[in-house]
């Protein structure tokens, strides 16, 4: 049995690998002071086609934030793999769309697809009618992938569209929420009749605060939980870093396996649930 394979690309960013057929989530972005964007490594390797590299089935970004998505560095991937194709919020495929018409190369829009954000209502959340109103899933090689709309973590983020990702591949179900605000209202649409949760692909307040780890273990529910999303050391004044450490080795015992991916090329392999 071939193992299902996630590896750390980008502070938030990952690849996600099954038969050597791979898929990128969040992986290509600038960043900003706080978190890196995309090593100089990695995007050397993307562009020359060089491991850890192989057959990427598409690019997919969960929302519009300089530390999850770059127009120019997607743009450039884009133009050196024609065949890829580019899977991420409205807002994100519009700002690809007007990069594209501001060059003479204009993007294929038949290579686009948009995942819309639209936020259930609490009584659709309450019956299950939700589900119907889902965006349909979308399938790229073996890797089926279920838009999920979560708000945003932050009061200055509210109205930011972050579309998070339930990928079935190879018999395990990954769970990445992109930036997905850490509340029991925003996760109640795991409780209803969606696949359950094999892998986990989570920020690290959610095990390095009470009410992050209390989302973890009532809603989330992983097999196994996989943290990302970590400040660069050098800016980390309120040392996010060291708090998170030492609070889940404290709590640990409560919770279900945890890695922490910290570094570019930080692999993890998982096999179906039935194994």
């Known amino acids: 049995m071939n193992a299902v394979k996630i590896m750390l690309i980008a502070n938030a960013g990952i690849m996600i690998e099954y038969r050597e057929q791979q898929l990128l989530v969040d992986a290509l972005h600038e960043g900003h002071r706080l978190y890196p964007g995309t090593p100089p490594a990695a995007m050397q390797a993307l562009l020359d086609g060089a491991p850890p590299f192989k057959e990427i089935k598409a690019l997919v970004f969960t929302h519009n934030h300089l530390d999850h998505f770059s127009t120019r560095l997607t743009r450039s991937v884009l133009q050196r793999y024609p065949e890829l194709d580019f899977i991420a919020d409205e807002v994100s495929v519009a700002a690809m769309q007007e990069a594209g018409e501001e060059t003479d190369d204009p993007f294929d829009h038949s290579r686009m697809t948009a995942m819309p954000w639209q936020l259930p209502t609490k009584d659709s959340y309450a019956d299950g009618s939700f589900i119907r109103s889902l965006p349909p899933a979308i399938h790229k090689g073996p890797f089926s992938i279920q838009p999920l709309p979560f708000l945003h973590e932050g009061r200055n983020f509210q109205d930011v569209a972050n579309v998070g990702l339930l990928i079935s591949v190879g018999g395990v179900n990954i769970l990445y929420p992109g930036d997905a605000r850490i509340s029991p209202e925003n996760f109640a649409i795991l409780t209803r009749p969606l696949p359950p949760v ?48 030492n609070y889940y080795e404290r709590t640990k015992d409560s919770l279900m396996q945890a890695w922490f991916l910290e570094h570019y090329l930080d692999t993890v392999g998982f096999t179906p649930r039935w194994l």
């Open 198 to 245: 094999d892998v986990a692909v989570l920020m690290f307040p959610y095990i390095s605060t009470s009410r992050g780890q209390r989302i973890v273990r009532e809603f989330i529910k992983p097999r196994n939980l996989l943290v990302v999303h970590w400040p660069q050391p050098e800016y980390d004044r309120e040392k996010w870093i060291e708090n998170a450490h």
